[in-house]
């Protein structure tokens, strides 16, 4: 890559799933104990979904939509931490490697401080990073709009990803 200004890429993903009751609430394949988790296809992982979306974006890939979707069967339930390894090798063949992550999970409860060690430990794991290069904020929705309402859990992750050296050379 001999463009000098092609060394750094940022992406962004925002997701959003419905609460619901009876099902178990999992943030950056964390299980949070909740007496509700989230709708949807997979395990509704917002954070994990938001993050894949952000690394996706930032190599111009296709959305985690197009790559795994809900249509398929084989993602029925799905733990959302199986679509890390396919994504950053994807990343990977595009001479990118991750440099950092930020998340913001958006949600009125369950209280979310005493898990947040906890989400970004997992989320460094599972990205190969350390946790330095990982933030994470929780946020609520003041009571007023879906997520305000509890109705919903949303997050939104930025990522930074470089070219490799080897490939930049
Ligand atoms: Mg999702």
Do not use: Y
């Not at 998340?103 to 997992?122: Q, V």
């Not at 990982?134 to 509890?150: I, M, N, Q, S, Y």
């Amino acid at each position: 890559m001999s463009d000098p200004l092609n060394i750094h890429r940022v992406g962004i993903g925002t997701d959003l799933h419905r609460t619901q009751a009876g099902r178990a609430l999992i943030l950056g394949g964390v299980t949070i104990d909740s007496p509700f988790g989230l709708a949807g296809h997979s395990d509704a992982d917002v954070v994990l979904h938001a993050v894949i979306d952000a690394l996706l974006g930032a190599a111009a890939q296709p959305d985690i939509g197009e790559l795994f979707p809900d249509t398929d069967p084989q993602w029925m339930d799905a733990d959302s931490r199986r679509l890390l390894a396919p994504v950053l090798a994807r990343i990977g063949a595009c001479g990118l490697r991750v440099v950092n992550v930020d998340i913001t999970i958006h949600a009125e409860r369950p209280k979310l401080s005493p898990h947040k060690e906890r989400i970004r430990g997992s989320v460094a794991e599972l990205l190969g990073l350390s946790v330095d290069r990982v933030g994470l904020k929780a946020k609520t929705g003041e009571g007023v709009d879906a997520v305000g309402r509890g109705e919903a859990i949303g997050c939104t992750a930025v990522a930074g990803l470089t070219f490799d050296v080897a490939t930049t050379a």
